[in-house]
């Protein structure tokens, strides 16, 4: 049976549309009422930024075989034991037959201020996968197949992101691939490396303009870790499950 990709270039578009005007609405309604957050945050406190893509996510598992499939998203819901920690929130949750099937974190960031952000969102990653993975080890999920640990981000194609950037390591030299990358670069070499260390099933990085509210664009970086590379894996992940119930 082939794999059902629902489409998903035009509802990426969709969803990209979606981010930029949801974030455009809450910092209107924001200035509307007089409590204006500081910088960036007056685009994000409304927490519906991603909806679209968790949209994208779940049409992908109705359509590959898992219409049954419980299907979690609300917060109450989305939780994990950890080993590190007790518990983790995550984006999205896919439970069959009591097996978990898949947990999908969906992430961004804009500009102006992308260093730290950057930072704290590789540590983010990198922490939550091997906390997954040591909790999936001792049994926490059960005795089954592993299950689908997916990162999708999406960062502001602008300016700052993609301008190169120094680094100072005054003892030992930076490695060669970061030396002068942009942040969109060092996404990038995140997202393949999160893969490659099998930190995750499949890791994207997305850029989109804020122009892309009227347009819904979006460039991938590389093959690797682009949108059709997370599409397809999922649904061949869900597919899979499908037939194993």
């Known amino acids: 049976m082939s794999l059902d990709l629902v489409d998903y270039e035009r509802k990426a578009r969709e969803a990209v ?45 109705k359509a590959n075989g898992l219409g049954h499939a419980q299907i979690h998203r609300e917060r109450a819901v989305v939780t994990l034991p950890g080993f590190f920690r007790p518990t983790k929130l995550w984006d999205l949750l896919v ?25 704290n969102r590789t540590e983010e990653a990198i922490g939550t996968a091997h906390d997954f993975w040591t909790a999936y080890r001792e049994g926490a999920f059960g005795q089954h197949p592993r299950p689908f640990v997916g990162w999708l981000m999406m960062v502001e194609d602008a300016k700052e992101s993609r301008a190169p950037v120094r680094d100072r390591s005054p003892h030992f030299r930076v490695f060669p691939e970061f030396q002068g990358a942009s942040y969109l670069k060092r996404y990038d070499i995140l997202c393949q490396r999160l ?28 093959e690797m870790t682009g949108l059709k590379t997370f599409v397809t894996s999922f649904a061949g992940h869900v597919a899979a499950e499908a037939a194993r119930s």
């Not at 200035?31 to 996510?57: H, P, W, Y």
């Not at 009227?214 to 460039?219: L, N, P």
């Open 17 to 61: 549309q979606a981010f930029w005007g949801n974030r455009e609405r809450a910092r209107q309604k924001q200035i509307e009422s007089g409590n204006v957050d500081q910088g960036e945050r007056a685009g994000v406190t409304a927490g519906k930024n991603m909806d679209g893509f968790i949209a994208l996510v779940i049409d992908i598992v």
């Open 95 to 119: 439970i069959n037959e009591g097996r978990l099937v898949a947990a999908i974190e969906l992430k961004s960031q804009v500009g102006p201020s992308f260093g730290n952000n950057f930072n």
């Open 195 to 222: 893969v490659q260390e099998q930190l995750y099933t499949t890791a994207s990085i997305m850029a989109s303009p804020r122009s892309a509210a009227q347009t819904g664009d979006y460039a991938d970086l590389s």
